[in-house]
């Protein structure tokens, strides 16, 4: 086996789960993580990060920012959320449940500005370091810190907002 073959099977779930999660499409994830593969094994010099796995979450997120901005340059071009997320083994009313709670949830990382919600979801999804996440984002260590603490504020008052609904309307 070679190393890119080594780092591929070691990461490339990673990529594809952090992909997801930045822009909530299974389809796009999946070409997120083809072409950070493709980047990363096309890329000239020596890598500057401090962990392969924020290299490619690097890469990664690059990729995606410029989707963005290609998107933005064509209207209408919007990803949409995939709505069969549900997991087909669960009860059909667990599965409604569970539907309705990770469109909200998603809607909430969604809302976030996407820098925010990078360093967000690198540190609890990905458990990766303020200092790896600096170095991966090119954001500072202290820029890093602060955005996480608003992104989990902010995701901490949409949760009471959501609670406060849900008792209004029962």
Known sequence: MTEFEALYRRYAQDV????????????????????TFVRAWNASGEIRAATAKA?????????????????????????ELDERLA???????????????????????ESLPEADRTVLLLRAREEMTY?????????????????????????????AEQREKEGENT
């Open 131 to 159: 200092e790896e996440i600096a170095q991966a984002t090119g954001l500072s260590l202290a820029a890093v810190k602060i955005k996480i603490h608003r992104a989990r504020l902010r995701l901490v008052r949409w949760r």
């Open 87 to 109: 997991d087909p083994a669960t009860r059909p009313d667990q599965a409604a449940e569970g539907k309705v709670e990770l469109g909200r949830v998603m809607a909430a990382l």
């Open 55 to 79: 290299y490619l979450f690097a890469i990664a997120r690059n990729y995606y920012l410029g989707t963005l901005r290609r998107a933005r340059a064509r209207p209408g071009s919007h990803l």
């Open 16 to 35: 594809y789960r952090f992909s997801f999660y930045l822009c909530g499409e299974h389809g796009a994830a999946e070409d997120i993580t083809s072409e």
